[in-house]
């Protein structure tokens, strides 16, 4: 199975410093800023009760654990093993779990799982450049609290920027991101190592019986603090599904080198200062350094926070072709950013609708402070998810037993779940925004598969086997021009309709014809030589089978071409014929009636399949049906 591995997935791995600052730049942003809010917002939730040893030392303590369990042990050290063909990422998981999974029903349920992982991965995609950018802009604060009122219009200023942007790709900009990520993380940890050496008790903190005792000191507000606790671990997903972009030993070093070490002293760092200056609570991210640093660490904090917003938002783009080759979205315009590396993308619907989405946070909720109760729950939903899915997978590919494999991931599913609950607590607050994004998203996408199934089966019952029809057509006395025919067609075992209504209305076949069928197979990429299958079905009639993984784009005329003199094939005298379908809905349906309209409206709204497909707009014949369904 690894002929199926691209050769340039055999580069990955390779740990150099240029890797290690590409993973700097692109994994960790959205981790790596984590500390601007996260302690804070773990203080503010013990209003009106003194801050002392015990509140410090607890937070510390579950912040240390949640990075060494939640993303050390859980994703580091055993789910980056799940590498789908060298990728990752939670509908890569999903593919992998179902691969290895048998019967309907719990490949089904597997599918739903990931998508519902995939959805609150969205709403995480809207939440971040809102809260990240706020936690710095609004540093400014802390040094000229009458710049208070401008803090608002600059996050919009730069949200806005930063969308607009996106179609330049980030190919130009990526060199710096590394970097500037080195140089934060290295600024973050020595500000919280000059503040550890002045109170070095705060280390005890690490023992996990601070985190015991602030639980059982404060009960029911302990409970409730979780949920602050656990945004020291958002982006912990993105060092899974960045893994087919730098490969896992890279990943792993730079997190447990540089990137833990970094975090670990600045919360620590943060803990002290709040412990001997009680004002600093205010904000002890920016108070941690000296005055005069204020006001150039809000500009670096701003950079980084791009960066981390900037991650994210590729990884939406990332994440809806996986989709759409999955067959769970609508054909959408990908545009490529880049000559020579084919996961840079960009999607200008969901481009459009994240920046629509991300300034309604911000003029909404108008602070970091407040949509930290939105943020939880899209990132403890993911993880629930992805615990999951790890568990058949480890169970049934990697054979551990069924009690190894319920202990360990049960255990973490356990622990993302009290994380998660924790979260359920602030649906009022804002908790309930990914909620409502996550089931509209999931209501979209199995609507959409659930449609295309249903038009896929009536279109088999509706068409003509291609055997037969190619048996009888050399005595059927049809006329045969000159040129050359590409026909699409799902089905490679079924007469194209657009075929049959080519020889209803023009009684005429062209001299060569080639039914061309494009297939996703649920592995990230596809070999060059595995991508084209050729068959000759008849004198002048070929078939072509295109296969491409979930992370690649389909172009038609460009592997045609590469076939060369295998199929005959001229591009300049190909004639592209497709089947526009109209859907109506059926006497009958076999969805209900608001699934159906959601399916319908999305169909209508799809890209074209000459755009999605990169056929030339100059030499594609559309030849219409409807159907009902």
């Not at 730049?25 to 804070?40: E, M, N, R, W």
């Not at 709403?123 to 710095?136: C, E, F, K, M």
């Not at 005959?568 to 969805?591: H, I, N, T």
Request: aromatic share 10%.
């Amino acid at each position: 199975m690894t002929d199926s591995v691209p050769a340039s997935t055999h580069s990955r791995g390779k740990l150099t410093a240029g890797t290690v600052l590409g993973v700097l730049g692109v994994v960790y942003g959205d981790i790596g800023t984590s500390p601007l809010y996260a302690f804070k917002a773990s203080l503010d939730l013990f209003k009106g009760i003194p801050i002392g040893t015990l509140e410090v030392y607890g937070i510390l303590s579950l912040i240390f654990w949640s990075l060494v369990l939640i993303v050390t042990i859980k994703y580091v050290l055993l789910i980056m093993h799940a590498d789908n063909r060298g990728e990752g990422g939670i509908l890569a998981l999903m593919a992998l779990a179902q691969r290895v999974s048998t019967g309907s029903a719990m490949r089904n349920t597997l599918s739903l799982i990931g998508i519902a992982g995939a959805c609150l991965f969205f709403g995480d995609g809207i939440i971040t450049p809102a809260i990240s950018v706020l936690s710095a802009v609004e540093g400014l604060e802390v040094s000229a609290p009458n710049l208070k009122e401008i803090v608002l219009p600059i996050c919009v200023v730069i949200i806005f920027l930063l969308f607009a942007m996106q179609y330049r790709g980030t190919h130009s900009v990526g060199r710096v991101f590394g970097p500037v990520m080195a140089v934060w993380f290295l600024i973050i940890g020595g500000m919280g190592l000059v503040e550890i050496v002045q109170h070095p008790m705060v280390l005890l903190a690490i023992l996990p019986t601070y985190a015991f005792a602030l639980c059982t000191h404060h009960e029911a507000l302990a409970f409730v603090v979780l949920g602050a606790v656990v945004l020291c671990v958002t982006g912990a997903e993105a060092l899974y599904a960045d893994m087919g972009h730098f490969g896992a030993r890279p990943i792993r070093v730079a997190w447990t080198g540089f990137v833990l070490p970094c975090l670990v002293l600045n919360y620590f760092g943060q803990g002290a200062l709040v412990l001997h200056d009680p004002a600093a609570i205010e904000n002890p991210f920016f108070l941690l350094g000296p005055e005069w640093s204020r006001f150039p660490m809000v500009a670096l904090a701003t950079v980084a926070t791009v960066i981390a917003s900037q991650a994210v938002i590729s990884g939406a783009y990332s994440m809806t072709r996986q989709c759409m080759q999955l067959g769970f979205l609508p054909r959408m315009t990908v545009r490529h950013t880049s000559n020579t590396e084919e996961g840079q993308i960009y999607v200008p619907q969901v481009n459009t609708a994240l920046l629509v989405g991300v300034l309604i946070l911000v003029l909404a909720f108008k602070t970091s402070d407040a949509l930290a109760a939105a943020y939880g729950i899209a990132v403890t939903g993911t993880f629930i998810c992805t615990a999951v899915l790890a568990m058949v997978v480890f169970r049934r590919q990697f054979h551990w037993s069924r009690l190894a494999s319920v202990a360990v991931f049960g255990s973490f599913f356990v622990i993302d779940g009290v994380f998660f609950s924790a979260n359920t607590l602030k649906v009022v607050e804002g908790g309930w925004v990914p909620l409502a994004l996550g089931i509209f998203l999931t209501v979209l996408m199995t609507s959409w598969k659930r449609g295309r199934d249903l038009l896929l089966a009536r279109w088999q019952q509706d068409s003509m086997p291609l055997a037969p029809f190619l048996a009888r057509l050399p005595q059927s006395r049809t006329v045969r021009v000159p040129g050359l025919a590409v026909f699409l067609t799902g089905n490679p075992d079924y007469v194209p309709t657009s075929l049959l209504h080519n020889l209803k209305h023009n009684k005429v076949l062209h001299e060569h014809v080639l039914f061309v069928t494009v297939q996703n197979d649920d592995v990230p990429e596809i070999a060059p030589a595995r991508r084209a299958t050729v068959s000759q079905l008849a004198p002048g009639v070929n078939r072509v089978v295109l296969r491409y993984g979930f992370m690649e784009s389909p172009n038609i005329p460009r592997e045609l071409e590469e076939l060369g003199s295998a199929i005959d094939f001229d591009a300049m005298q190909a004639s592209y014929f497709l089947g526009r379908e109209l859907l109506v809905p059926a006497m009958a349906p076999k969805m209900s009636w608001w699934r159906l309209w959601l399916f319908l409206v999305m169909a209508r709204n799809a890209v074209p399949a000459t755009e999605f497909f990169r056929i030339p707009s100059d030499r594609v014949v559309e030849l219409g049906v409807r159907i009902a369904i």
